[in-house]
């Protein structure tokens, strides 16, 4: 009986504890959910495996709550400067409305949802949800709104344990502080602490241990090093033409890029040699003047390249066609690791990156539908849900 009564206290404090912990950190999701507002500067730093080599960014973090955009409901722009790498300084991204814009490694993303929604949508990959455009990335999460969304994640997850530490005192500072293990399957995947203002209910800190405990492990912290939730932004500073007003030159740049390969339609295809993947052969385009080529240029870190490249494995089959995918890294164990994963169909070619360039490749995935005659008939840039219908019908074309 008494075992009984002592596991009833124990099974009666773990509950009022659990009870106690998501109840406070639902307290914190809520006051972050109710900035209207938010302008902050942070410095993200990145710790890589291995090496301990650590890289860090500056972000000028802008969000503001949209309640007109049924697909997010916020609007923000991030810009990002770092002294340790000067070649960041000028990347930015942008949200709102449905357009996004991503500028990174000398390249600008542009995804436009009454052009195409798919982009914007959460999908799965495997059990794993992914993001849709406009949430996905390290330095979106960094926003109140995304560290809200994360939290609430983390308590859906009865696996997970969270401790919760009010009105801790930090640099006489009053804060609460919440420390997160994350689990999968029973095995800790990461270790996160956050820490808000307890007056403002702002972000202070963040750090986040991926892998913990493991060789591979990755350490990203978040320092805030200021946050106003009190001024708010003038009228359309979050427009699209505002944005463009202040990005103007780098995008008209990347945009008349993008226009330039468009503009290859109905002309010469310009002639090229690259090296095989995994081969000490070549292939060079004039060699192949006997059917239509479809010439596909992707980037292996982009979802939409493998769907594009998916939709590619229809026309395997096809002996009437060739497909050549081309990609702009060097050939490397990595990108055959990722040829062998992926069954990328058709002749696979490496270091095609000036290759992108002379076809005036701006945005991946881009496709060129070759003849026979060495004529561009048609260029598919960016991912189409439609796409394996288009090409079938471009292709019938040539057939009369």
Same mark, same amino acid.
């Given at each position: 009986m008494i075992k009984k009564i002592i596991c009833l206290i124990v099974s009666s404090f773990?509950?009022?504890?659990?009870?106690?912990?998501?109840?406070?950190? @639902?307290?914190?999701?809520?006051?972050?959910?109710?900035?209207?507002?938010?302008?902050?500067?942070?410095?993200?730093?990145?710790?890589?495996?291995?090496?301990?080599?650590?890289? *860090?960014?500056?972000? @000028?973090?802008?969000?503001?709550?949209n309640p007109t955009d049924t697909l997010y409901g916020y609007s923000y722009f991030i810009?990002?400067?770092? *002294?340790?790498?000067?070649?960041?300084?000028?990347?930015?991204?942008?949200?709102?409305?449905?357009?996004?814009?991503?500028?990174?490694?000398?390249?600008?993303?542009?995804?436009?949802?009454?052009?195409?929604?798919?982009?914007?949508?959460?999908?799965?990959?495997?059990?794993n949800e992914l993001p849709?455009?406009?949430?996905?990335?390290?330095?979106?999460?960094?926003l109140p709104m995304e560290i809200a969304s994360r939290l609430q994640r983390y308590l859906s997850n009865p696996e997970n344990r969270i401790r919760t530490y009010s009105d801790t005192l930090i640099n006489n500072r009053k804060c609460n502080a919440l420390y997160i293990d994350e689990y999968i399957n029973g095995e800790i995947i990461r270790s996160s602490v956050y820490i808000f203002d307890s007056e403002s209910g702002t972000?202070?800190?963040?750090?986040? *241990?991926?892998?913990?405990?493991?060789?591979?492990?990755q350490t990203v912290t978040v320092k805030y090093i200021s946050s106003d939730i009190k001024t708010p932004f003038p009228n359309n500073f979050f427009s699209e033409e505002n944005f463009i007003e202040q990005k103007g030159n780098i995008i008209a740049t990347f945009r008349s890029n993008y226009f330039?390969?468009?503009?290859?339609?109905?002309?010469?295809a310009p002639n090229f040699s690259l090296p095989l993947l995994n081969d000490e052969k070549r292939f060079d385009l004039s060699e192949y003047e006997d059917r239509p080529l479809i010439l596909a240029f992707v980037d292996t870190t982009?979802?939409?390249?493998?769907?594009?490249?998916?939709?590619?494995?229809y026309f395997s089959d096809n002996k009437n066609l060739l497909w050549i995918t081309l990609l702009s890294e060097k050939n490397s164990d990595d990108l055959i690791k990722y040829q062998e994963q992926n069954e990328l169909p058709g002749i696979v070619t490496c270091n095609a990156q000036s290759i992108a360039a002379k076809y005036g490749i701006a945005n991946y995935p881009t496709l060129f539908v070759i003849s026979p005659e060495r004529k561009i008939i048609s260029v598919?840039?960016?991912?189409?849900?439609?796409?394996?219908?288009n090409l079938q019908q471009i292709l019938e074309t040539l057939k009369d």
């Open positions: 773990y509950f009022i504890t659990v009870f106690s912990e998501t109840n406070q950190v @639902s307290q914190i999701i809520s006051r972050l959910n109710q900035i209207e507002h938010y302008r902050g500067e942070a410095l993200f730093r990145v710790t890589l495996p291995m090496t301990d080599e650590e890289v *860090e960014y500056r972000l @000028s973090l802008r969000c503001q709550r810009d990002l400067t770092s *002294e340790s790498n000067p070649a960041i300084n000028g990347n930015f991204i942008y949200y709102d409305s449905g357009n996004y814009y991503n500028f990174s490694n000398q390249r600008l993303r542009e995804y436009h949802a009454e052009e195409d929604t798919a982009p914007f949508h959460d999908k799965m990959n495997n059990q849709g455009i406009h949430r996905s990335g390290l330095f979106i999460e960094e972000p202070i800190f963040k750090e986040v *241990e991926n892998n913990p405990g493991h060789l591979g492990s330039k390969a468009n503009n290859l339609t109905g002309k010469t982009s979802s939409f390249c493998k769907n594009t490249l998916d939709c590619a494995k598919q840039i960016g991912y189409d849900p439609d796409l394996i219908e």
